[in-house]
C-alpha cells in the first residue's frame, strides 16, 4: 500500500528573492533576478550577465555559526543551507535534540557541482606545494553531498542523507525520489531540493558552448527570452530550493499546513539514442516520460491545467511544447496554461527544478498562475502547436487543480513530477 | 614575547572552535582540547594552522601529534620562537 505524499513546507533562495514571502512576490510582480555581473565582463565572457542571489552577511550569520562561516567558500552550500533551513522551519519541524537525531526525517539535497570556489583555493595551494595549509573543510565543501552533509547536522536528521546529481533535472528529480521514500514508508518527512554554486568557474564551460546569450550585456532583464521568437540562449543562474515532503499521516497527526499532493511522477533517460545526445533530448523519452508521470499519478492528461515547463529560452523550446502536445494529445485552444520561470532568474542548472517546483507550488497558494516574462513575440513554430492564451504574458488569478512540472538535463534525462493543490 | 600574551593569542584563536555550550572562561592550561574542551578533531587542524599565522611558525606532523592540551601548544609555541 502506497502512502500519499505531501509538501508541508517550502524554502528558497532565488536569484530574484530570498524566503517564500519575497519570491512569491518577485514571481506574481514578474520581477528580473537576471544582473549585469562585472566579474564576468572582466573574464571576458562572451556573456556577461547571470542571476545569483543576492546574500548578506547579516542573513548567512542567521543560518551559520561563526566557526562554519570561516573559510565558507561555496556559495551552494549557503543557498542550500538557507533555503533548506527555511522549509523546515516553514513545516513548523523542531531541530532535534543534541543527544539524538529525528530518525523519520532525511535529507535528499542535490548538486551539480559543489564549492568550486573552495577547490580553486585548494588547487592553488596544492600546485604551490601547500597541501598541509588546505585546512579542514576543503573537503566537505567541495564534496557533492556536502549541502546535504551540512543540513542534516544542523537540523538533526537520522533518515536517509544523500545527493542526488542528474544535471538540470536535479531538483525535480528529487522531488520524486523523496516522494518515492515516504510513499514506501521508509521514511516521514524528507527535506528535498537542490543547489547551484555561483561564479565563473560554473559558467564558463556553458559560454564556452556558445549556448548563453551574448547581445543582452546591456539590457540583463529581457535576455532570459523562453517561447519567444527573439529567444538567444538561457541565462546562467544560481541559488536553491527546498520542498519538506511527509507523508500525510504525518501531516494531518501534526495538524501541518499542506501546501499540495505530489500524486506521482516518472524519471527517465532517452539513453543518448535516436534524436537524444549529451546535449539533446530523445523527444520520445521526454514523451514517455510525461505519459507515465501522468500514468503513475492515477489522472487523465484532460486533468492537467496547468504545467511549468524545462523552456530554457534556447532553440529547443518549440520542440518541448511539441513534445508536451504530442504526450497529452492536447493542442490550440485544448493546450492547458504552459509558464517557463526561467524568464525571471534565468537557468539555475542543478538548482533549476527545486526552485521551479517552488514557484509551481506557490502558485496554489497565492490562486495565481505566474505570467510569463520576455515572451510578448511568442515564437511561431510554438503558436503553430498550441494557442497563444494557453501563454499567460502576465500573473493572474487562478487556481490550477492539477499541474505537471517537468526538468530536461545533459546526458539526456527526464523528470516529471505531478502535484495536485490539496482539498481536505 | 611574554607569556600571558602568548596564552592570551591562544585562547583568541581556541575560542572561535569551542562548541556553543562550552564556554571561554572553560579554557585553563590543562584543558585537554578534544576531551575536555569538546573541540571535533578536525578541527585541531584549523587551529594549528591560526597558530602559524599568529606566531609565524611552523609545526612539524610530530609536533601536532604532541599537542594534545593548551600547556602542550603552549611549550611547542616556545621551543619554535626559540629555534627562530
Request: net charge negative.
Amino acid at each position: 500500500m502506497r502512502r500519499r505524499v505531501v509538501i508541508t513546507g517550502m524554502g528558497v533562495c532565488a536569484p530574484n528573492g530570498i524566503g517564500l514571502g519575497a519570491f512569491a512576490e518577485a514571481m506574481a510582480d514578474g520581477k528580473s533576478g537576471i544582473r549585469f555581473q562585472p566579474e564576468l565582463k572582466e573574464l571576458e565572457f562572451g556573456c556577461q550577465i547571470a542571476a545569483q542571489p543576492e546574500l548578506t552577511e547579516e542573513l548567512l550569520a542567521r543560518y551559520f555559526t561563526p566557526l562554519q562561516l570561516r573559510g565558507l567558500n561555496a556559495t551552494g552550500i549557503m543557498y542550500g543551507v538557507i533555503a533548506g533551513s527555511d522549509a523546515w522551519k516553514d513545516a513548523g519541524l523542531a531541530i532535534a535534540e543534541k543527544e539524538a537525531p529525528d530518525w523519520d526525517s532525511g535529507v535528499l539535497f542535490g548538486s551539480g557541482t559543489l564549492g568550486v570556489a573552495k577547490f580553486r583555493e585548494a588547487i592553488h595551494q596544492i600546485d604551490a606545494r601547500n597541501v598541509r595549509r588546505l585546512g579542514s573543510t576543503s573537503v566537505i565543501q567541495t564534496m557533492a553531498s556536502g549541502v546535504s552533509a551540512y543540513l542534516g547536522g544542523i537540523l538533526g536528521c537520522g533518515n536517509q542523507v544523500t545527493t542526488n546529481s542528474s544535471a538540470c533535472t536535479t531538483g525535480t528529480e528529487g522531488v520524486l525520489m523523496g516522494y518515492e521514500r515516504i510513499a514506501q514508508g521508509q521514511a516521514e518527512r524528507i527535506l528535498v531540493g537542490s543547489c547551484s554554486d555561483s561564479g565563473p568557474y560554473v559558467w564558463a564551460g556553458f559560454d564556452a558552448m556558445r549556448i548563453l546569450p551574448r547581445q543582452y550585456n546591456e539590457r540583463p532583464e529581457a535576455a532570459s527570452r523562453p517561447m519567444s521568437a527573439s529567444a538567444a540562449g538561457f541565462v546562467p543562474g544560481s541559488g536553491a530550493g527546498a520542498l519538506l515532503l511527509e507523508s500525510l499521516e504525518s501531516a494531518q497527526a501534526r495538524g501541518a499546513h499542506i501546501y499540495a499532493e505530489i500524486l506521482g511522477g516518472a524519471v527517465n533517460s532517452g539513453g543518448q539514442r535516436g534524436d537524444g545526445s549529451m546535449t539533446a533530448p530523445n523527444s520520445e523519452a521526454v514523451q514517455r516520460c510525461i505519459l507515465r508521470a501522468i500514468g503513475n499519478s492515477g489522472i487523465d492528461s484532460a486533468d492537467i491545467d496547468a504545467i511549468n515547463g524545462h523552456l530554457t529560452a534556447t532553440g529547443k523550446d518549440a520542440l518541448e511544447i511539441a513534445n508536451w502536445s504530442a504526450a497529452l494529445g492536447r493542442s490550440g485552444t485544448d493546450f492547458p496554461y504552459i509558464n517557463s520561470f526561467k524568464g525571471h532568474f534565468g537557468h539555475c542548472l542543478s538548482a533549476a527544478g527545486s526552485i521551479e517546483c517552488v514557484a509551481a507550488v506557490l502558485q496554489f497558494e497565492k490562486e495565481t498562475l505566474f505570467g510569463n516574462v520576455n515572451c510578448e513575440d511568442v515564437h511561431p513554430e510554438i503558436s503553430k502547436i498550441i494557442d497563444q492564451r494557453a501563454i499567460p504574458q502576465k500573473s493572474r488569478a487562478y487556481t490550477p487543480s492539477i499541474l505537471a512540472k517537468a526538468s530536461f538535463g545533459f546526458g539526456d534525462v527526464n523528470a516529471c513530477v505531478i502535484f495536485k493543490r490539496y482539498t481536505d | 614575547m611574554e607569556e600571558e600574551t602568548k596564552y592570551n593569542k591562544l585562547k583568541d584563536i581556541i575560542k572561535v572552535y569551542l562548541p556553543e555550550d562550552v564556554s571561554v572562561d572553560a579554557i585553563g592550561l590543562e584543558s585537554n582540547f578534544i576531551s575536555e574542551l569538546n573541540i571535533n578533531s578536525a578541527n585541531l587542524v584549523d587551529i594549528v594552522l591560526d597558530v602559524e599565522d599568529e606566531f609565524d611558525i611552523m609545526l612539524e606532523n610530530a609536533d601536532m601529534d604532541k599537542m594534545q592540551t593548551v600547556k602542550d601548544a603552549l611549550g611547542i609555541i616556545d621551543a619554535k620562537l626559540e629555534a627562530k
